[in-house]
DNA sequence: ATGCAGGAGAAAT
DNA sequence: ATTTCTCCTGCA
């Protein structure tokens, strides 16, 4: 078990970082606030990032030896940020137990990503992200994302703003949510947000439900299929089983794994079976392996034209 | 320029 | 039970 002790304040200057206890590279933490799991973080320096969680604004940071420092300047509680980073899950026993002993491919990207963890997000928050997420790129949806929040969530401190209830959501009419930047899917965030309107008890029940009930009723609803349902269960429920397939994941397994024709329904069963009951945590691994691979190789045609 | 982005749904095989 | 087309828009 790790550490969960969040209370060792540090004395600094203009802010009062409190040590989260537990350590990352620097592009380890941005790869788990900034690489696809979460759009609630912008990078204010190469090693620190603000953001709003929990109706608090923070600001997060690396001390010299990767110790992960947190300040809210809202006077948000650090307990609040030790759940969002789900400390009392044991990241490190959980990857030892993923077959990586007899799969070179997932051994290569867990060497790659010392301390990587999936984040325990709000799951109204998760759900609208992943909603916004088809067929965009993740600083697209973080624009989304701010657009929600400056026009009709709550201020907290500075440009930080709160992203707006579904509640709040439900109140504005379609084509006016499709004016920030949404396309196509203003109508499926206008859609679920009746649909929790006129069913307040829904969150409840998708929270304490199994995984296979949670997902058939996440996919109930309109414009959620089986990798966003997988996308909300596995970073804001607590599913580690979960197994997203995006195109990423997807390419991965066809061209790693020798998967070459098999469909996305083929390839999930594929991934929970063969990484077994935290398999979302393997994926994660997988996703920022080639979420690497293409920035490498997004650099190397910059230089050789 | 024009294909294509971390998808879903409906229609057409 | 798959495959194909469409849905918006901005970046590459």
Excluded at 144 to 155: E, P, Q, T
């Amino acid at each position: 078990m790790e550490q969960l002790s969040v209370g060792n304040a540090v004395s600094g200057s203009g802010w009062e970082p409190v040590d989260l206890d537990f350590r990352l590279t620097p592009a380890v933490l941005a790869e788990i606030l900034d690489g696809g799991q979460a759009f609630a973080w912008d990078a204010t320096g190469t090693t620190t990032y603000s953001g709003a969680v929990a109706d608090h604004a923070w600001e997060i940071g690396l001390a010299a030896d990767g110790t992960v420092l947190a300040n809210s300047p809202t006077g948000g509680d650090p307990a609040l940020l030790a759940d969002y980073f789900a400390l009392d899950t044991d990241f490190a026993a959980l990857t030892d137990a993923l077959p990586w002993r007899s799969d070179t491919v997932l051994a290569r990207a867990i060497r790659q990503w010392p301390g990587l963890r999936i984040l325990r997000q709000d799951p109204g928050e998760a759900l609208l992200g992943f909603l916004c997420s088809s067929t965009k790129q993740i600083v697209q949806i973080k624009e989304i994302l701010r657009l929600f929040a400056r026009h009709y969530g709550m201020r907290l401190h500075g440009e930080a703003y709160a992203l707006p209830s579904w509640d709040v959501l439900s109140t504005i009419p379609e084509d006016e949510l499709r004016r920030h930047k949404t396309g196509y899917r203003a109508r499926y965030i206008a859609a679920v947000a009746k649909r929790l309107a006129d069913d307040p008890g829904l969150p409840d029940r998708v929270r304490t439900a199994p995984y296979p009930e949670a997902r058939a009723m996440l996919t109930d609803l309109p414009g959620v299929g089986g990798k966003i349902a997988d996308c909300v269960l596995l970073f804001a429920g607590g599913h580690l089983g979960a197994f997203p397939v995006d195109t990423w994941i997807a390419n991965v397994l066809r061209t790693e794994y020798g998967l070459a024709d098999w469909s996305p329904l083929q390839l999930r069963r594929f991934g929970e079976i063969h990484f077994g009951p935290h398999a979302g945590l393997a994926q994660q691994y997988l996703f920022s392996a080639v979420r690497r691979k293409r920035a490498t190789a997004a650099v190397d045609s910059a230089e050789m034209p």
